[in-house]
Antibody, heavy 123, light 111 residues
Framework: EVQLVQSGAEVKKPGEPQKISCKAS????????IGWVRQMPGKGLEWMGI????????RYSPSFQGQVTISADKSSSTAYLQWTSLKASDTAMYFC????????????????WGQGALVTVSS | QSALTQPPSASGSPGQSVTISCTGT?????????VSWYQQHPGKAPKLMIY???KRPSGVPDRFSGSKSGNTASLTVSGLQAEDEADYYC???????????FGTGTTVTVV
């Protein structure tokens, strides 16, 4: 059974660093891209970026380029999303999702999702 | 790359049908048969309901069906039930933005 299990909810202060994780099981981790999706309170789904766990190739959405770092560790079948300095506007639910296929120009829609990690940034 | 356009809301009575549209362009919805639909209940992860325009994953009731015409995909929920009340998002392969695109989301209310 394919599973993506994310780290738990976090409450952080502005300016603090943060790293959340997404551990995959039930399939060959290097064979599928992983994407990160932001959902701000009461809002829709936004792509942040994607990573190829096999070679760590990473693609960011323009809005998130330079704001976050996406990575993956094949040895632990885990993908990561990290910030160096959180802002209040980073308060959101963050989902990881498996992508069945990505070409050089796009990806198929996700087929499996993590349960989400709520990050709350407040002073 | 702009988000795919969905109506903000839709509603129906129990037992009725509701159809949600997802409008894109020729470089996403219209160009590929790779449209998926997700159901999301509050505080939960999106759940895959339809993939490749009209295919249902195992375990999804056949009350859910998908179709596409030109640049617009549609999700129909027949025989509405209380548990169908949720947000629904479409997503498509998009030939130019390196990751795909989501719809704006539709809140379905069972009245």
């Amino acid at each position: 059974e394919v599973q993506l299990v994310q780290s738990g909810a976090e409450v952080k202060k502005p300016g603090e660093p943060q790293k959340i994780s997404c551990k995959a099981s039930g399939y060959n981790f290097p064979n599928y891209w992983i994407g990160w999706v932001r959902q701000m309170p009461g809002k829709g789904l936004e792509w942040m970026g994607i990573v190829n766990p096999d070679d760590s190739d990473t693609r960011y959405s323009p809005s998130f380029q330079g704001q976050v770092t996406i990575s993956a560790d094949k040895s632990s079948s885990t993908a990561y999303l990290q910030w160096t300095s959180l802002k209040a506007s980073d308060t959101a639910m963050y989902f990881c999702a498996r992508l069945a296929y990505c070409s050089s120009t796009s990806c198929l829609p996700p087929d499996y999702w993590g349960q989400g990690a709520l990050v709350t940034v407040s002073s | 790359q702009s988000a795919l356009t969905q109506p903000p809301s839709a509603s129906g009575s129990p037992g009725q049908s509701v159809t949600i549209s997802c409008t894109g362009t020729s470089i996403d919805v219209g160009g590929y048969n790779y449209v998926s639909w997700y159901q999301q209940h509050p505080g939960k992860a999106p759940k895959l309901m339809i993939y490749e325009v009209s295919k249902r994953p195992s375990g999804v009731p056949d009350r859910f069906s998908g179709s596409k015409s030109g640049n617009t995909a549609s999700l129909t929920v027949s025989g509405l039930q209380a548990e169908d009340e949720a947000d629904y998002y479409c997503s498509s392969y998009a030939g130019s933005n390196n990751r795909g695109v989501f719809g704006t989301g539709t809140t379905v209310t069972v009245v």
